[in-house]
């Protein structure tokens, strides 16, 4: 079956929100129950997300660290719903313009 431009477009902004989304869901999860950044897992997670993160850096202040208790990543939240709406404008783009 041959795919044209558009669909080859929409399916990889698909991909790569979805992707972003998984990447920015296990960050906040890790960061709300407060999980060592130095144990490698979490280190590659932090590492992979913060180049997603950064063109929303600062948009909210960071609160630091929480030594006990639960932390809330606003920034990955903020960021997920910028990445979610900005994917579901070009998806809703290119089906729009595949109807003309």
Do not use: C, I
Not at 58 to 64: E, I, K, L, P
Not at 80 to 92: N, T
Request: charged share 15%; proline share 2%.
């Amino acid at each position: 079956m041959q795919y044209s431009h558009r669909q080859t477009v929409e399916w990889m902004a698909n991909l790569f929100v979805g992707l972003a989304e998984l990447l920015l869901t296990l960050r906040v999860v890790l960061r709300f129950f407060n999980a060592n950044p130095d144990a490698t897992f979490v280190h590659w997670a932090y590492q992979n997300t913060a180049v997603l993160l950064e063109p929303f850096r600062n948009v909210f202040m960071s609160a630091g660290m929480v030594e006990r208790g639960w932390a809330v990543d606003f920034v990955a939240l903020f960021a997920m719903a910028v990445y979610a709406a900005a994917g579901y404008f070009l998806v809703s783009l290119l089906r729009w313009s595949r109807r003309k």
